[in-house]
């Protein structure tokens, strides 16, 4: 319940920014999982993290070498993960996405293979997530996965990725939708 009342508390703080008024279900946790080739990604990144809902679970699945790196702009759920996800593995930004490849270069890491992210595009203007989504394309060697609450960005993520899935997950709150790009 601390958990939900967190998340509530900031969605009325600042709703653009924070995006979600609940932790994702377990059931959008387990379909972003299975789409996460975990036997073969080194470094893994999470785009707005929130309170760690998909972090705990990759931390769970990653392997022993793997880099969990969550960007995530609110400095309240940042210190919220650190304490709650504490793992060697794990690495907490406090920026936006569009530090992806300036971060990921001063740690002298070539590309990710594996983006995950619960950004909510919806709120972002076109500039914000066409650079956004220019950043991903750059800093990934591998699979870009997403959930959005609605359908707006499909048009967007086919200009930037040969291969998008889609599918839909009813049980969360709000029903979302759960994107899996691939070039």
């Known amino acids: ?22 932790v994702s279900s377990s059931y959008v946790t387990n379909e972003i999982m299975k789409h996460i080739d975990f036997k073969n990604s080194k470094n893994i990144i999470e785009l707005g993290p929130g309170l760690g809902t998909f972090t705990k679970a990759i931390l ?16 309240e759920f940042c210190k919220y993960i650190n304490k709650n996800c504490a793992d060697k593995r794990l690495i907490v930004i406090n920026k936006g996405a569009e530090n992806i490849r300036k971060k990921l270069n001063e740690m002298g ?9 619960g950004l909510p595009f919806k709120n ?8 956004i989504l220019t950043e991903v394309k750059e800093a990934l060697n591998g699979r870009f996965i997403l959930f959005q609450y609605t359908n707006n960005l499909s048009a967007m993520l086919s200009l ?24």
């Open 1 to 22: 319940m601390k958990d939900s009342l967190l998340m509530l508390i900031n969605f009325f703080k600042n709703p653009k920014e924070t995006g979600a008024v609940a």
């Open 60 to 75: 769970e699945k990653a392997n022993r070498d793997a880099n969990v790196i969550c960007f995530e702009v609110n400095e």
């Open 109 to 117: 890491i070539g590309k990710a293979d594996c983006i995950v992210s």
């Open 124 to 131: 972002f203007s076109v500039g914000k997530k066409k650079k």
């Open 160 to 183: 930037h990725f040969k291969k998008v899935e889609k599918s839909f997950v009813p049980l969360n709150i709000p029903p979302c939708f759960i994107f899996k790009c691939e070039d």
